[in-house]
């Protein structure tokens, strides 16, 4: 399986402009991408996604992993790394998670 980069493109400047709290969990996200960490849970966790709709349990699995690493206690503590979209790209809902 052949998994899509869904997080956006980052360009690093020093201007000031677009300053983002949380930037070093995308290095966790992106870790795990270049490990085939992401590509390996969704391998393991196929069959909770029927028909290859909604969000990737792969992808789902990583941001919760993100998401205690950077100090999350609750899976609603997912709501700090969907309001980082244009850093993390989309986020599972807490329902979804």
Do not use: Y
Not at 19 to 44: E, I
Not at 66 to 80: F, K, P, T
């Amino acid at each position: 399986m052949h998994t899509t980069r869904s997080r956006p493109k980052l360009v690093v400047s020093a201007d000031g402009n677009g300053v983002v709290s949380h930037a070093g969990s995308r290095l966790l996200a992106d870790l795990a991408d270049a490990t085939s960490l992401t590509s390996a849970f969704s391998n393991a966790l196929h069959r909770l996604r029927p028909r290859g709709t909604g969000h990737d349990p792969g992808r789902v699995a990583v941001d919760l992993a993100v998401m205690l690493a950077d100090g999350g206690e609750a899976i609603a503590d997912l709501a700090v790394l969907r309001d980082q979209r244009e850093v993390l790209g989309p986020v599972a809902s807490t329902p979804t998670a």
